[in-house]
């Protein structure tokens, strides 16, 4: 059973920054592509970014590129989402996923974590 637990979110001010962690329970950590969804109140949940298994090739979507960097720590089967230039749209509750087939836009990941909410303020 691969569990994910997410911790790091949290109330900030428009321009500030967050980093959101999310380990993973799984020996074979470097298997599975990693990634991070959100959902705001209302709305759709929607891709946010990814890092394939090897960690060589990310993407992110179009309303966080540039201010959101995901990465992974393979020795603390750890994954990363350090997010910039906060803006108050970005205001949403934040989900970990991993899977074995790769993690995309528009693609259901087997594996979620509980999400963290990450609120961000005038």
């Known amino acids: 059973q691969v569990q994910l637990v997410e911790s790091g979110g949290g109330l900030v001010q428009a321009g500030g920054s967050l980093r959101l962690s999310c380990s993973i329970s799984?020996?074979?950590?470097?298997?599975?592509?990693m990634g991070w969804f959100r959902q705001a109140p209302g709305k759709e949940r929607e891709f946010v970014a990814a890092s394939s298994w090897s960690a060589d090739k990310t993407e992110y979507s179009d309303s966080v590129k540039g201010r959101f960097t995901i990465s992974r720590d393979k020795d603390k089967n750890t994954a990363f989402l350090q997010m910039n230039s906060l803006k108050t749209e970005d205001t949403a509750v934040y989900y970990c996923?991993?899977?074995?087939?790769?993690?995309?836009?528009?693609?259901?990941?087997?594996?979620w974590g509980q999400g963290t909410q990450v609120t961000v303020s005038l």
């Open positions: 799984t020996s074979e950590f470097q298997s599975y592509a």
């Open positions: 996923v991993a899977d074995w087939g790769g993690v995309r836009p528009g693609s259901a990941p087997l594996h």
